[in-house]
């Protein structure tokens, strides 16, 4: 299993501004997976980060709003930018099982509120 | 777009009894696993089962899958009030990526499970 510390777990913004959440892992990932809940609906997958190369982004989402970077194989952050009420959302990062390489870790959240 | 579509989208039953949950998906996958979520926070993953199982346990959880009907079920038997709690199914996007493997997951609406004491 792997453990994943995310934050900050909550955050209220003002709109225009930008936010950077943080993700770290206990071990080292190849891949590191970032998630958007908007509220009461399902998981979307903004991005794919691995390290030393440019983050792959999901239909809809670009790197302009999203910017993600990867440092190091235990480490991502994931910054949402120029933020509208429309952002309002739990962002969550996640890594895959390093046995298996299927199962999904997931860290706590990020709940963010755009006013 | 979503893979998974459960459903009911929410069940509400009393402590002690079974609750059933369906998924529907539209491709075609290697496995097929569940999640649990508390409280809008983060996802814990709950049983994986292979395109080449039709059924699998893991404590009060049942777990099945028919790729003819492109479709599994999660039952939770003898429910507890900390059952309560949002589900999801999820299938690998391995149509995103080569290899397989945890090439990200796409999920399902979820069902929110209530279970009242």
């Known amino acids: 299993s792997a453990v994943i510390s995310q934050k900050p777990s909550r955050d209220i913004c003002q709109r225009g501004t930008s936010l950077t959440i943080q993700c770290q892992v206990d071990s080292q990932v190849t891949m590191m997976f970032w998630y958007r809940q908007q509220p009461g609906q399902s998981l979307t997958l903004i991005a794919t980060a691995n390290q030393g190369s440019e983050a792959t982004y999901e239909s809809g989402f670009v790197i302009d709003k999203f910017p993600i970077s990867r440092p190091n194989l235990t480490f991502s952050t994931l910054t949402v930018s120029n933020m509208s009420p429309e952002d309002s959302s739990i962002y969550l990062c996640?890594?895959?099982?390093?046995?298996?390489?299927?199962?999904?870790?997931f860290g706590s959240g990020t709940q963010l509120s755009v006013l | 777009s979503q893979q998974g579509e459960e459903d009911p989208q929410a069940l509400s039953i009393q402590e002690g009894e079974n609750a059933t949950m369906n998924c529907s998906y539209k491709t075609s996958i290697n496995n097929l696993q569940w999640y649990r979520q508390n409280s809008g926070r983060g996802l814990v993953h709950l049983i994986l089962i292979r395109s080449n199982e039709r059924e699998k346990h893991s404590g009060r959880l049942r777990v099945t899958l028919d790729t003819s009907k492109k479709s599994s079920s999660l039952l939770i038997t003898a429910s507890r009030a900390a059952d309560t709690a949002s589900y999801f199914c999820a299938t690998p996007l391995t149509s995103m990526y080569s290899g397989g493997g945890a090439d990200g997951l796409t999920f399902g609406k979820g069902t929110h499970l209530i279970i009242q004491p």
């Open positions: 996640s890594v895959g099982d390093s046995a298996t390489n299927e199962k999904l870790f």
